[in-house]
């Protein structure tokens, strides 16, 4: 079954950007209308539909969603004394007091829009893409769950960070959720540099603890991370708005929050990493993650189904998404 989704998805490879494709269009379109060709018509339809998509796409979710205001908890957003409810609880809410509010940026802390975007995932896909160079080029990386980023992946994942997230869950299994290990956390978080460290620490009444203890602990350390809150509120929306499209889990997975949000906070957005299936484009087979192959637990995120939802949005034009290796892993990089 994989191996024939995967022959199958290769056959739906473009050799051109649909972006690209719509700059084409567009000229064609203008060419067609002045040389009276019947083709004009057709180049009209066709231009027509792919702005629709591309348009329209990122329309509905900036409506419904509005990542550039929600993203992440603010003053401005999350004002003292504000109800809210957990987005992964139906029947717990807290009010913000004095001491969360002081813990919340002014406003969202990203020069709006941003331009070029890497949201980078950590599927088994990216082993041996050489795709780290690429990765880096953008002007905005964000990354999910704290994935390692030492030199024996940095050809293929990069080294370079504005945003990762980090699911509460992590630090409760890796770090003892920080009451034994905190210098021990301070120090792997170290590879993120200058870094958001971006965790919803309200989305389960269990989560909070974990999150604000990462917050104090990055600041007791004087680490160069920060931590920002995802708001209940845009998790809550953007669970709803790809339920609307036909995906149904328990929770989306941390990866298409994340690519939910740059369409809405960047210009131009480039996914790596995305790719549930144990086979590759050419029939090879991959580990789950990059760094492990480790299997998530069955049943809670519905994976296959958020891939042909980003699939649609690539082939929309609306985002890319990168499959292939962008570098050949045997021939060095130039200098």
């Not at 290769?10 to 060419?31: D, F, P, V, Y």
């Not at 060709?37 to 998509?53: E, G, N, P, Q």
């Not at 990542?67 to 609880?89: A, C, I, R, Y």
């Not at 809150?229 to 609307?244: C, E, Q, T, V, Y």
Request: with cysteine.
């Amino acid at each position: 079954m994989a191996h024939h989704t995967a022959g199958k998805m290769k056959g739906l490879l473009c050799s051109t950007q649909e972006l690209k494709a719509l700059r084409c269009l567009s000229h064609h379109l203008k060419m067609g209308f002045r040389d009276g060709s019947a083709r004009a018509l057709t180049h009209f339809f066709l231009f027509f539909k792919f702005f629709f998509i591309f348009y329209f796409s990122r329309k509905l979710l900036e409506d419904c969603c509005d990542p550039g205001q929600l993203f992440v908890m603010t003053k401005l957003n999350s004002p003292m004394g504000k109800n809210l409810w957990f987005d992964g609880e139906f029947l717990y809410s807290f009010t913000i007091d004095n001491t969360t509010y002081s813990l919340f940026p002014q406003a969202t802390p990203f020069q709006l829009p941003l331009k070029k975007c890497s949201v980078v995932g950590n599927g088994g896909i990216l082993k041996k893409s050489g795709c780290g160079k690429q990765i880096d080029q953008a002007d905005f990386v964000m990354r999910c769950n704290l994935p390692p980023l030492s030199s024996e992946y940095s050809k293929d994942v990069g080294t370079k960070t504005q945003l990762v997230t980090a699911n509460p869950s992590i630090i409760q299994k890796r770090f003892q959720n920080l009451l034994w290990s905190r210098k021990a956390f301070v120090d792997s978080v170290k590879v993120y540099n200058h870094s958001y460290i971006y965790m919803p620490a309200f989305s389960m009444k269990t989560g909070t603890g974990p999150s604000l203890r990462v917050y104090y602990t990055l600041e007791d350390f004087g680490a160069k991370q920060a931590v920002l809150f995802a708001n209940p509120n845009f998790l809550r929306d953007i669970g709803k708005f790809w339920k609307s499209k036909g995906i149904h889990a328990k929770r989306l997975s941390t990866g298409l929050f994340l690519v939910s949000a740059a369409l809405g906070l960047c210009e131009e957005v480039t996914i790596y990493g995305f790719w549930p299936f144990s086979v590759d484009l050419h029939g090879k087979f991959i580990s789950h993650h990059y760094y492990d192959n480790v299997l998530p637990d069955s049943g809670f995120h519905a994976m296959p189904e958020e891939f042909l939802q980003l699939w649609f949005l690539h082939k929309s034009g609306v985002l890319r998404m990168q499959l292939e290796q962008c570098e050949d892993p045997l021939v060095p990089s130039s200098a």
